[in-house]
């Protein structure tokens, strides 16, 4: 079974501060995809990465990056020079592609608010 | 507006009442999925649509669930004898490709609550 951890329920930060959300994972397969959603209080989710098991390299975009490690089972999430509209709740998820599951493990999501 | 939408927003129904759920995906996506959201967690997997065929079932999905993609266009998720446990958040997402390979789009969710 796959499982996702987000141990921070809530972040606040002042407006310009950096802020990383930590993302942990569990899973037996080898193959699988390492996703972060935004869910502003409108309540979409907005797509943010994905990330395949296979492909470790950090990425930046924007004011976004995204921390990588196999080794810890981690995937976590930098905002840098955090601003009020970065406030909303963040998720990290996994997929697996073996079988024939065709979905989402969510972790719990972290509430962040930017305060101005 | 060319995203995934999904009617009524909000449904407040008395325990017992059957409530029916309709999401209209993005029109060129084939596949279609339904999580549950509560309050404070992340969303959870229901079903899963590939054009019409329902091919995946979460355990969450009692007998009191169904759901149905005619013609692989819009879904609907009917929830009968509808439980206080019901009351959640429903959220239709839609994706071109399998989800672990691509960006699903969500919709704005219908708000359950039974009373």
């Known amino acids: 079974a796959q499982k996702v951890t987000q141990a921070q329920t809530e972040i606040s930060v002042v407006e310009k501060e950096d802020v990383t959300l930590d993302c942990v994972y569990e899973?037996?397969?080898?193959?699988?995809?390492l996703f972060w959603y935004k869910q502003p209080p409108s309540g979409e989710l907005v797509f943010l990465i994905r990330r395949n098991s296979f492909d470790e390299q950090n990425e930046i975009s924007g004011r976004y990056s995204w921390n990588f490690q196999k080794s810890t089972s981690s995937f976590n999430f930098t905002i840098t020079a955090s601003q009020v509209v970065d406030s909303a709740v963040y998720f990290c998820a996994l997929a697996i592609s073996s079988g024939s599951a065709r979905q989402l493990t969510f972790g719990s999501g972290t509430q962040l608010t930017v305060l101005p | 507006d060319t995203g995934v939408s999904q009617d009524p927003r909000h449904k407040i129904t008395k325990r017992g009442q059957n409530v029916t759920f309709r999401c209209d995906p993005i029109s060129e996506h084939n596949r279609l999925y339904w999580y549950r959201q509560t309050l404070g967690q992340g969303p959870e997997f229901l079903t899963y649509f590939q054009n019409e065929a329902q091919l995946e079932k979460s355990r969450l999905l009692s007998d009191r669930f169904s759901a149905e993609r005619p013609k692989g266009s819009f879904s609907t998720l009917e929830i009968q004898r509808t439980e206080q446990g019901d009351s959640a958040m429903y959220l239709c997402a839609s994706s071109k490709r399998d989800i672990e390979n691509t960006e699903a789009f969500f919709g704005q969710g219908t708000r359950l609550t039974v009373v």
């Open positions: 899973t037996r397969d080898t193959t699988y995809y």
